[in-house]
């Protein structure tokens, strides 16, 4: 799988909308792991000029994300009760609530400018969150080159990822921060952690899985090493990183009490996410049973609310996502961290021949000051790579 992402160590960055930067995932990149952006929250201009930004700093490849929603259904009865009862808050802080919501984003399934825009730019990987596009757009993707990555949460969404033709699952735990990358938001979410699910996919498909959610440090990376996966992803270990988008209020709240009380909340975006504990995660308390409008529809409101409160000098309403590992980030520049990971992957305990990518474990060559495993240690076979 690895010679597929054309990366040298099984190391992946996620790709955290909003906090990852062309700068970040070209660190990453450049360290011998796979950096990524994510364009789900802007447009395709905006989309080609972080591309565009990202090719000027790597020859590498690097990974562009983008969100696969089901379209927002809009309810003006319930997205007015919404805006009533965050009014209060809005007028601690001096200011009143939009009159009206909007579907703030949109999804790359009915986004044909973004697909344009990226068969023009011919991304070395691409992946997708919250479900997999059109067999069409698929075929597409594949015709240029593009190697597919999708995000599943549970073993029914990794089988259709495999049906789509996607090349690797990203299998992502109910640890990890951001949103939950479940297909259905109504439906039962079976909150599956990293290990249960990793091993479930591993058994259970017959793609390559990167195994997501509460991974921190090098002895997490060998643990789902060692239970098949053949990367791990990292995203709120990037966060406390120089390159990341992340304002000094997050980073601080990263350090903070908040990191060792994570929560999943819709509140923030009308889907599930998990974040730092913060005044907007609290708000659970007295939401009394109140739906928030469709993704992305409420969280017009929440990023409203966040600008109000942030103007008054209150950063609690920011939408600090992170993972339940958040107490273990550490805050150095991306390529240190990435050869901090490796060093610490080489000497964590493991069990022999439990994994093909075992020997992305062994002691790793210096190439450029980042030490990565040989060629001749990612010859092992599995179903996919």
């Known amino acids: 799988m690895l010679g597929k992402l054309r990366i040298d160590v099984p190391i992946v960055q996620a790709p955290m909308a909003g906090v990852s930067t062309p700068a970040l995932a070209a660190a990453v990149s450049n360290a011998g792991g796979l950096g990524s952006i994510g364009v789900g929250a802007t447009d395709a201009a905006g989309a080609r000029a972080m591309i565009a930004d990202l090719k000027s700093r790597t020859d590498r490849a690097f990974n562009v994300n983008l969100f696969v929603h089901g379209p927002a259904k809009a309810d003006a009865a319930r997205e007015t009760a919404w805006l009533e009862w965050l009014s209060p808050i809005f007028a601690q802080f001096g200011a009143e609530p939009p009159k009206a919501l909007k579907t703030i984003y949109k999804s790359f399934a009915d986004d044909e400018e973004m697909l344009a825009m990226l068969v023009e730019t011919k991304p070395p990987v691409v992946s997708f969150h919250f479900g997999v596009p059109s067999s069409e757009i698929i075929r597409t993707l594949k015709h240029i080159g593009t190697t597919l990555l ?40 079976d909150g599956l952690g990293t290990i249960a699910l990793t091993r479930l996919l591993v058994q259970k498909t017959g793609l390559p899985v990167i195994a997501a959610g509460g991974i921190m440090d090098g002895a997490g990376i060998a643990a789902v090493l060692d239970l098949g996966a053949s990367a791990a992803q990292l995203g709120t270990a990037f966060i406390a990183c120089p390159e990341s988008a992340a304002d ?39 939401v009394a049973g109140r739906m928030p409008p469709d993704y992305p529809i409420a969280y017009d409101a929440g990023k409203a609310l966040h600008a109000a409160a942030k103007l008054k000098g209150e950063h609690g309403f920011g939408a600090q996502w992170a993972g339940q590992g958040a107490p273990l980030a550490r805050a150095m520049p991306a390529a240190e961290l990435i050869a901090t990971l490796v060093r610490e992957c080489d000497t964590a305990p493991s069990t022999p021949g439990r994994s093909p990518w075992q020997a992305a474990k062994a002691p790793m060559k210096m190439v450029n000051g980042v030490r990565r495993a040989g060629r001749a ?3 092992a076979n599995r179903p996919g790579d």
């Open 150 to 189: 999708a995000t599943a949460t549970n073993l029914e969404e990794a089988r259709r990822v495999e049906a789509a033709g996607i090349d690797a699952i990203v299998a992502q735990g109910i640890e990890a921060g951001g949103h939950r990358g479940v297909f259905d938001p109504s439906a039962p979410d």
């Open 377 to 379: 240690n990612h010859a």
């Open 248 to 286: 000094e209020a997050y980073r601080a709240a990263l350090t903070g009490p908040g990191a060792y009380h994570t929560r999943l909340t819709s509140l923030i975006s009308g889907r599930p996410a998990r974040a730092l504990a913060n005044r907007f995660t609290e708000l659970h308390k007295s």
